[in-house]
């Protein structure tokens, strides 16, 4: 009878703690996941969820990607927002094509090349790139992340911009828990965010950063998704949004003595209104039969991408030992950052000698010059002549300042999200403010913080990538598309400032030469060199066997804490859907499916 009672008893105990019906059951990975109704990858499982809601009530890829980038923005607001901009690549199934959208932040009429210099500087000189240059009104430029989901929503969705915006005006009204990324990111900014009081009432809070575990809110960015909801995008562009970004960039709100000078800029609502997204050709080429699409100009992370791969084509990296093959891929990387930094620029204003860059003939140039060991550390590669390999081979009028500076970005910033719905549509889009944390400064009112991304000009004439009034910024952002020659279609992208240029590259030789998945793609150590001396690699690489052989070759590694926090989708031949994200960097990504 006791022993029964005892049997009993266990019973209810396994029944109760098998079954919580409070507890949401673990996911394995939540990093990845399989499925065939859809998929969606991002940063963010609270993005990541409101995206699969969205397929799985019927909406297609566009209206899911921008329901989960609108998300992002509420969750991720130091990485991205209406506050910035970004590129859109979408492969329309049905049409089977590839569209981008370039939603890039634009110079407002008063930019000049001077722009950044230190007012009280007597010789005119540059103001120090971190806290000044990224922490001012100059800085910013006009936003294109709400046109660029309005248009996507309208050419291809089939969802309006208020229907998808819904569950993000949600998400920032009732708030959601801090997690550790988002303490981390304004405890990095603390000292800047400190310097204007709408973002430290918003982000510090009694002076100290938001803490893990509580619920942060921000009803401000509700209150304005939802003005946007329900007016559309004039509030924004032409109405009390904009005059509030006007007087922000005007007049930025700092306190009494912030600790920095915080210079103002002179966006006008003219600026505001003239802003318009544009609609580009992918740039295409061919890697070992994938047929692989990029995002063209002003992103100069397509092409580069491209010119390293047309430069790696002739070596057999899968045939090399490792040491070898990623040896070729650093060189090949080093020789089309300097073409990348001495020939790209907004090509509305500056005739880029894309044809050429482009060509296999060049390539061939550029890959005469790889050694069997890497340079001295001083050296810099200097610019190929593309200009050689063009029909028109008649220099750009806009000629290049040589040695472009090479600035060591910041890791972390800007999102990107990958998602796929049952049709075989596909969404690769990468989004940013610029900075972690963009210029620092939240619009008063209106909860979101305003990008930084001029800061991505080179403040130097002549050079395709000066200042100019209404022009873009050269970006790295690098979304792709892929299609396998078995018939699996990719796509990924990453952030990372001019690491996603050798991210996205890591990811494709790791899927095209070296036989990874997508996932294992993602997750492998990234190797990265930009033309500078030092070829940067994640923390651990530099004790592998095959960092240890790089340094032999003379290359000089420098682990930093993080480069890239990448997702991506692969559809298989049958429809099989795998979606991959981060399994640690950034604190983990999110992936999932519409039946896993
Ligand atoms: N501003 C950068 C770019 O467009 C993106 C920001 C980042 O990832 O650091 O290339």
Same mark, same amino acid.
């Not at 040491?323 to 509305?348: C, M, S, Y």
């Given at each position: 009878?006791?022993?029964?009672?005892?049997?009993?008893?266990?019973?209810?105990?396994?029944?109760?703690?098998?079954?919580?019906?409070?507890?949401?059951?673990?996911?394995?990975?939540?990093?990845?996941?399989?499925?065939?109704?859809?998929?969606?990858?991002?940063?963010?499982?609270?993005?990541?969820?409101?995206?699969?809601?969205?397929?799985?009530?019927?909406?297609? *890829?566009?209206? &899911? $990607?921008?329901?989960?980038?609108? @998300? %992002?923005?509420?969750?991720?607001?130091?990485?991205?927002?209406? /506050?910035?901009g970004g590129f859109?690549?979408?492969?329309?199934?049905?049409?089977?094509?590839?569209?981008?959208?370039?939603?890039r932040?634009?110079?407002?009429?008063?930019?000049?090349?001077?722009?950044?210099?230190?007012?009280?500087?007597?010789?005119?000189?540059?103001?120090?790139?971190?806290?000044?240059?990224?922490?001012?009104?100059?800085?910013?430029?006009?936003?294109?992340?709400?046109?660029?989901?309005?248009?996507?929503?309208?050419?291809?969705?089939?969802?309006?911009?208020?229907?998808?915006?819904?569950?993000?005006?949600?998400?920032?009204?009732?708030?959601?828990?801090?997690?550790?990324?988002?303490?981390?990111?304004?405890?990095?900014?603390? *000292?800047?965010? &400190? $310097?204007?009081?709408?973002?430290? @009432? %918003?982000?510090?809070?009694?002076?100290?950063?938001?803490?893990? /575990?509580?619920?942060?809110?921000?009803?401000?960015?509700?209150?304005?998704?939802?003005?946007?909801?329900?007016?559309?995008?004039?509030?924004?562009?032409?109405?009390?949004?904009?005059?509030?970004?006007?007087?922000?960039?005007?007049?930025?709100?700092?306190?009494?003595?912030?600790?920095?000078?915080?210079?103002?800029?002179?966006?006008?609502?003219?600026?505001?209104?003239?802003?318009?997204?544009?609609?580009?050709?992918?740039?295409?080429?061919?890697?070992?039969?994938?047929?692989?699409?990029?995002m063209?100009?002003?992103s100069s992370g397509?092409?580069?991408?491209?010119?390293?791969?047309?430069?790696?084509?002739?070596?057999?990296?899968?045939?090399?030992?490792?040491?070898? $093959?990623?040896?070729?891929?650093?060189?090949?990387?080093?020789?089309?950052?300097?073409?990348?930094?001495?020939?790209?620029?907004?090509?509305?204003?500056?005739?880029?000698?894309?044809?050429?860059?482009?060509?296999?003939?060049?390539?061939?140039?550029?890959?005469?010059?790889?050694?069997?060991?890497?340079?001295?550390?001083?050296?810099?590669?200097?610019?190929?002549?593309?200009?050689?390999?063009?029909?028109?081979?008649?220099?750009?009028?806009?000629?290049?300042?040589?040695?472009?500076?090479?600035?060591?970005?910041?890791?972390?910033?800007t999102?990107h999200?990958?998602?796929?719905?049952?049709?075989?549509?596909?969404?690769?889009?990468t989004f940013t403010?610029?900075?972690?944390?963009?210029?620092?400064?939240?619009?008063?009112?209106?909860?979101?913080?305003?990008?930084?991304?001029?800061?991505?000009?080179?403040?130097?004439?002549?050079?395709?990538?000066?200042?100019?009034?209404?022009?873009?910024?050269?970006s790295s952002m690098a979304p792709?598309?892929?299609?396998?020659?078995?018939?699996?279609?990719?796509?990924?992208g990453s952030p990372?400032?001019?690491?996603i240029i050798?991210?996205?590259?890591?990811?494709?030789?790791?899927?095209?030469?070296?036989?990874?998945?997508?996932?294992?793609?993602?997750?492998?150590?990234?190797?990265?060199?930009?033309?500078?001396?030092?070829?940067?690699?994640?923390?651990?690489?530099?004790?592998?066997?095959?960092?240890?052989?790089?340094?032999?070759?003379?290359?000089?590694?420098?682990?930093?804490?993080?480069?890239?926090?990448?997702?991506?989708?692969?559809?298989?031949?049958?429809?099989?859907?795998?979606?991959?994200?981060?399994?640690?960097?950034?604190?983990?990504?999110?992936?999932?499916?519409?039946?896993?």
């Amino acid at each position: 009878m006791r022993r029964n009672f005892w049997i009993g008893f266990a019973i209810v105990l396994l029944i109760l703690f098998s079954f919580p019906a409070h507890r949401p059951v673990a996911q394995p990975n939540p990093a990845l996941a399989q499925g065939r109704g859809g998929a969606v990858a991002s940063v963010d499982r609270r993005a990541t969820e409101i995206g699969i809601e969205v397929l799985r009530s019927g909406g297609n *890829a566009i209206d &899911a $990607a921008v329901a989960t980038a609108a @998300a %992002l923005g509420v969750t991720e607001p130091f990485s991205a927002g209406i /506050g910035g901009g970004g590129f859109m690549l979408i492969y329309q199934k049905a049409a089977d094509r590839v569209i981008t959208l370039d939603g890039r932040e634009e110079a407002p009429a008063s930019a000049t090349v001077e722009m950044f210099k230190d007012p009280d500087s007597p010789m005119g000189e540059p103001l120090p790139f971190s806290p000044n240059r990224i922490s001012n009104g100059a800085a910013v430029g006009v936003p294109g992340t709400l046109p660029t989901w309005e248009e996507a929503l309208k050419r291809y969705g089939t969802m309006s911009l208020s229907e998808v915006l819904r569950p993000a005006i949600d998400l920032a009204r009732n708030g959601f828990e801090v997690d550790q990324t988002f303490a981390n990111q304004i405890q990095q900014n603390q *000292a800047r965010f &400190a $310097a204007f009081t709408s973002t430290q @009432a %918003l982000y510090l809070p009694n002076g100290q950063p938001l803490v893990v /575990g509580s619920v942060f809110k921000n009803p401000d960015l509700a209150k304005t998704y939802e003005l946007i909801a329900t007016e559309g995008l004039n509030p924004f562009y032409r109405g009390e949004v904009g005059e509030a970004i006007v007087q922000t960039v005007q007049h930025p709100p700092t306190v009494a003595t912030p600790p920095f000078q915080v210079i103002p800029g002179g966006m006008t609502m003219a600026d505001l209104d003239r802003y318009a997204v544009r609609s580009r050709s992918p740039l295409v080429t061919n890697y070992r039969g994938y047929k692989i699409y990029g995002m063209g100009l002003p992103s100069s992370g397509g092409t580069t991408s491209h010119e390293v791969m047309n430069i790696a084509e002739n070596f057999d990296l899968s045939g090399l030992d490792s040491v070898k $093959a990623w040896h070729t891929i650093i060189e090949a990387e080093r020789l089309a950052f300097a073409d990348r930094n001495q020939f790209i620029g907004d090509p509305e204003y500056v005739d880029v000698p894309l044809v050429g860059l482009q060509s296999a003939g060049f390539a061939q140039t550029r890959r005469a010059l790889i050694g069997d060991r890497a340079p001295e550390k001083e050296f810099r590669a200097t610019a190929g002549n593309p200009l050689l390999f063009q029909d028109d081979p008649s220099p750009s009028m806009t000629a290049s300042t040589p040695s472009a500076q090479i600035r060591v970005q910041q890791a972390g910033s800007t999102t990107h999200l990958t998602v796929v719905d049952r049709m075989g549509n596909i969404v690769s889009y990468t989004f940013t403010i610029e900075s972690i944390g963009g210029s620092g400064i939240v619009v008063p009112g209106y909860g979101f913080l305003l990008n930084n991304e001029l800061t991505d000009f080179d403040p130097m004439r002549p050079h395709p990538n000066s200042p100019e009034p209404g022009k873009r910024p050269r970006s790295s952002m690098a979304p792709m598309i892929v299609f396998a020659p078995n018939g699996e279609v990719i796509a990924y992208g990453s952030p990372g400032g001019s690491t996603i240029i050798t991210t996205v590259l890591g990811i494709s030789f790791n899927l095209m030469d070296f036989g990874l998945s997508l996932a294992d793609a993602i997750a492998a150590p990234r190797i990265s060199q930009r033309n500078g001396g030092v070829t940067q690699v994640d923390s651990s690489f530099e004790q592998t066997d095959l960092g240890k052989s790089l340094t032999t070759l003379g290359h000089i590694l420098e682990p930093v804490p993080e480069i890239g926090a990448a997702t991506g989708i692969t559809i298989a031949p049958d429809g099989l859907m795998t979606a991959a994200a981060e399994p640690v960097r950034r604190g983990g990504g999110s992936a999932m499916t519409v039946d896993r």
